[in-house]
């Protein structure tokens, strides 16, 4: 090839790259793409491709890298043109410099930016739901809320009336206190709870929609001016929603005087808001994060074994009955009952789940019973029977819900026998355990004979109408009996009043002070001598029948291969927590702790949805 055309050639290639596309496509896997689409300051600390486009529409990509600020000012200059977008620009970027610079007057601009372009007055301004922007929108409004009203000296969340300094003016604010008063507690000390992580749940829920989800501690009224129900564990942490509505946002910003309203919104009562003319919103909460709050305190799981050996003093309760809310008409309890050397803390996986079902969180309340797990489960059964009498009757004397006459009962392990002892007619059968002398000929003080009276003779409950057995051992457990059973119920302590009650009673059986006698009123009866499969109360509790027109299902653990009639939990046997004519049984294989197994959960919730079409 000639000089010439050699020359020529390579010409014609240099004028092709001069003319080669500077724009174009190289593929690249989904996941990256996705990335670059979704990409947030939530997420990454940087801007995302909405306002970066926005930086580059307007020549201010460069200002920002260099003076964030300055862009900032010259953004808001803008903010009337192509209005959605570049509020929801102010709004992120906004965050972006508060979390670069700690500035709380940035956090709340974002918050104010973010409003603006999710509510506007002008129906035809509204932004569309299915564009990304929107759901960011309100997540960077939920945590500006947050930040922007955080304690400079801590961590808390503040909520209180005044003017925030805004970088464009002022927004004065006003707290409605309606929402602060929560079952006689005022709710204060306000975490940021989408701040926490959670550990020890299988799953953390967010309930989602607008405002910053918060958990609220108890504060009790000053002696004399007020009281609390006094079911609720003090400790307790409540998720709560703080909702600043922004009046009139995108025509204020003209002038740089804006006035918001800011509204505290408990979960159990309100997860919807009215947000503007003829508009409802969902309101976030952190559920699962503010529960685990009310367990990080180690010292909960002292109940345990406390609870076995020493009693409710060692736990420090007032009431058997405990409740996670005050209390809500039209909402049928739903009472847990754990089981021997356990606390209610071991219910607290199904009440995440429960809490996170829409439906089951709007139609039930959660009661927790416990007890002194070591005590007779004739003595633990009549606290049951008479905590629930005594809370229908503080909060309904005059019998007007009809709720709380659907009860349903919840029982795991011995909690399951307090159930059944709950929903059935005792006759005589205990006190012939005791005595062949009817109890009516026996001569004992009125105070005496109450408290026999209560433990030994006693008829269903006829609120509860649903009862569901968890690795109940009703014919008793495989690891009662033998040498292990009397050296622990050895180390129980009995229940003052039931220890004072067996000399009295001694005394009227034999007509004389018979120390053998007494001795064997007292000897076998803690829980775990109950439980005993030969026990005199186990021959008595299985000849009781549950009383008409309560639902009983039966959910039952156990591990192993093979027929069930040879399988147990570790702890009861499949024979031992099977019972005949139950409206279903689940065998669920897991270990005795099956009360936060996944099948134990759904199983009960299937239960409570299918109670909830009774009448």
């Given at each position: 090839?000639?000089?010439?055309?050699?020359?020529?050639?390579?010409?014609?290639?240099?004028?092709?790259?001069?003319?080669?596309?500077?724009?174009?496509?190289?593929r690249?896997?989904?996941?990256?793409?996705?990335?670059?689409?979704?990409?947030?300051?939530?997420?990454?600390?940087?801007?995302?491709?909405?306002?970066?486009?926005?930086?580059?529409?307007?020549?201010l990509y460069d200002l920002w890298h260099e003076d964030p600020r300055a862009a900032l000012e010259k953004l808001y200059e803008f903010r009337l043109y192509q209005a959605n977008a570049r509020l929801f620009a102010l709004a992120e970027l906004s965050f972006v410099y508060a979390n670069q610079t700690h500035d709380r007057s940035f956090y709340l601009a974002s918050a104010v930016y973010a409003w603006a372009y999710l509510f506007p007055e002008d129906e035809a301004q509204r932004p569309n739901y299915f564009d990304p922007r929107t759901r960011l929108a309100c997540d960077l409004y939920n945590l500006a809320i947050t930040q922007g009203l955080k304690s400079e000296a801590s961590d808390e969340v503040v909520l209180q009336s005044g003017t925030y300094a805004l970088p464009f003016g002022e927004l004065d604010v006003v707290v409605n206190r309606d929402g602060f008063d929560w079952g006689g507690y005022t709710l204060g000390n306000f975490a940021p709870a989408a701040e926490f992580e959670v550990y020890g749940f299988r799953n953390r829920y967010r309930r989602p929609g607008l405002g910053a989800p918060l958990s609220a501690a108890l504060i009790p009224p000053k002696p004399g001016e007020g009281t609390v129900e006094k079911r609720i564990p003090p400790k307790l942490k409540v998720p709560v929603t703080a909702l600043m509505r922004i009046a009139h946002a995108r025509p204020a910003l003209e002038g740089g005087k804006l006035s918001a309203t800011l509204t505290l919104l408990p979960a159990d009562e309100s997860e919807t808001a009215e947000v503007g003319?003829?508009?409802?919103?969902?309101?976030?909460?952190?559920?699962?994060?503010?529960?685990?709050?009310?367990?990080?305190?180690?010292?909960?799981?002292?109940?345990?074994?406390?609870?076995?050996?020493?009693?409710?003093?060692?736990?420090?309760?007032?009431?058997?009955?405990?409740?996670?809310?005050?209390?809500?008409?039209?909402?049928i309890p739903l009472v847990l009952i754990h089981g021997t050397a356990s606390s209610p803390i071991r219910w607290m996986e199904l009440v995440n789940e429960l809490y996170?079902?829409?439906?089951?969180?709007?139609?039930?309340?959660?009661?927790?019973?416990t007890y002194d797990t070591g005590s007779p489960v004739l003595y633990s059964a009549a606290?049951?029977?008479?905590?629930?009498?005594?809370?229908?009757?503080?909060?309904?004397?005059?019998?007007?819900?009809?709720?709380?006459?659907?009860?349903?009962?919840?029982?795991?392990?011995?909690?399951?026998?307090l159930a059944k002892l709950a929903v059935t007619s005792s006759g005589d059968v205990f006190w012939r355990n005791v005595s062949d002398k009817p109890f009516d000929?026996?001569?004992?003080?009125?105070?005496?004979?109450?408290?026999?009276?209560?433990?030994?003779?006693?008829?269903?409950?006829?609120?509860?109408?649903?009862?569901?057995?968890?690795?109940?051992?009703?014919?008793?457990?495989?690891?009662?009996?033998?040498?292990?059973?009397?050296?622990v119920s050895d180390l129980v302590d009995l229940p003052a009043d039931f220890v004072k009650a067996v000399p009295e009673v001694t005394k009227a059986i034999t007509r004389g002070s018979d120390a053998a006698a007494g001795e064997k009123?007292?000897?076998?009866?803690?829980?775990?001598?109950?439980?005993?499969?030969?026990s005199p109360f186990t021959r008595a509790y299985n000849t009781l029948a549950i009383a008409p027109g309560v639902d009983v299902h039966s959910i039952i653990a156990a591990q192993g291969e093979g027929p069930?009639?040879?399988?147990?939990?570790?702890v009861v046997s499949y024979e031992s927590a099977h019972l005949d004519g139950v409206a279903s049984e689940l065998v669920v294989r897991s270990g005795h702790s099956t009360q936060s197994h996944p099948q134990t959960i759904l199983e009960v919730g299937r239960i409570l949805y299918e109670n909830l079409d009774k009448p």
């Amino acid at each position: 090839m000639s000089a010439r055309r050699l020359g020529a050639l390579a010409t014609f290639a240099f004028l092709c790259l001069a003319c080669a596309s500077p724009i174009g496509v190289r593929r690249v896997g989904i996941e990256t793409v996705q990335r670059e689409l979704t990409a947030n300051v939530l997420v990454t600390g940087k801007p995302s491709a909405y306002s970066t486009q926005e930086l580059h529409l307007l020549d201010l990509y460069d200002l920002w890298h260099e003076d964030p600020r300055a862009a900032l000012e010259k953004l808001y200059e803008f903010r009337l043109y192509q209005a959605n977008a570049r509020l929801f620009a102010l709004a992120e970027l906004s965050f972006v410099y508060a979390n670069q610079t700690h500035d709380r007057s940035f956090y709340l601009a974002s918050a104010v930016y973010a409003w603006a372009y999710l509510f506007p007055e002008d129906e035809a301004q509204r932004p569309n739901y299915f564009d990304p922007r929107t759901r960011l929108a309100c997540d960077l409004y939920n945590l500006a809320i947050t930040q922007g009203l955080k304690s400079e000296a801590s961590d808390e969340v503040v909520l209180q009336s005044g003017t925030y300094a805004l970088p464009f003016g002022e927004l004065d604010v006003v707290v409605n206190r309606d929402g602060f008063d929560w079952g006689g507690y005022t709710l204060g000390n306000f975490a940021p709870a989408a701040e926490f992580e959670v550990y020890g749940f299988r799953n953390r829920y967010r309930r989602p929609g607008l405002g910053a989800p918060l958990s609220a501690a108890l504060i009790p009224p000053k002696p004399g001016e007020g009281t609390v129900e006094k079911r609720i564990p003090p400790k307790l942490k409540v998720p709560v929603t703080a909702l600043m509505r922004i009046a009139h946002a995108r025509p204020a910003l003209e002038g740089g005087k804006l006035s918001a309203t800011l509204t505290l919104l408990p979960a159990d009562e309100s997860e919807t808001a009215e947000v503007g003319k003829d508009e409802i919103a969902p309101l976030e909460a952190e559920i699962s994060s503010s529960l685990a709050q009310s367990l990080t305190d180690a010292a909960v799981f002292k109940w345990e074994i406390g609870g076995f050996f020493s009693g409710l003093r060692e736990m420090k309760l007032a009431e058997n009955l405990l409740t996670l809310q005050p209390y809500h008409r039209g909402r049928i309890p739903l009472v847990l009952i754990h089981g021997t050397a356990s606390s209610p803390i071991r219910w607290m996986e199904l009440v995440n789940e429960l809490y996170a079902n829409p439906v089951l969180r709007q139609r039930y309340q959660v009661w927790l019973f416990t007890y002194d797990t070591g005590s007779p489960v004739l003595y633990s059964a009549a606290a049951l029977r008479d905590s629930l009498r005594s809370a229908l009757e503080d909060f309904d004397p005059e019998g007007r819900d009809p709720a709380l006459r659907k009860m349903v009962l919840v029982g795991h392990s011995q909690g399951g026998l307090l159930a059944k002892l709950a929903v059935t007619s005792s006759g005589d059968v205990f006190w012939r355990n005791v005595s062949d002398k009817p109890f009516d000929q026996l001569k004992l003080a009125p105070a005496t004979r109450a408290a026999v009276k209560r433990l030994a003779f006693f008829d269903p409950l006829p609120f509860v109408k649903t009862v569901i057995f968890i690795a109940t051992p009703h014919r008793g457990s495989v690891l009662a009996g033998g040498r292990v059973q009397r050296w622990v119920s050895d180390l129980v302590d009995l229940p003052a009043d039931f220890v004072k009650a067996v000399p009295e009673v001694t005394k009227a059986i034999t007509r004389g002070s018979d120390a053998a006698a007494g001795e064997k009123l007292l000897h076998g009866n803690r829980s775990v001598d109950n439980m005993d499969p030969d026990s005199p109360f186990t021959r008595a509790y299985n000849t009781l029948a549950i009383a008409p027109g309560v639902d009983v299902h039966s959910i039952i653990a156990a591990q192993g291969e093979g027929p069930l009639q040879n399988l147990s939990d570790g702890v009861v046997s499949y024979e031992s927590a099977h019972l005949d004519g139950v409206a279903s049984e689940l065998v669920v294989r897991s270990g005795h702790s099956t009360q936060s197994h996944p099948q134990t959960i759904l199983e009960v919730g299937r239960i409570l949805y299918e109670n909830l079409d009774k009448p």
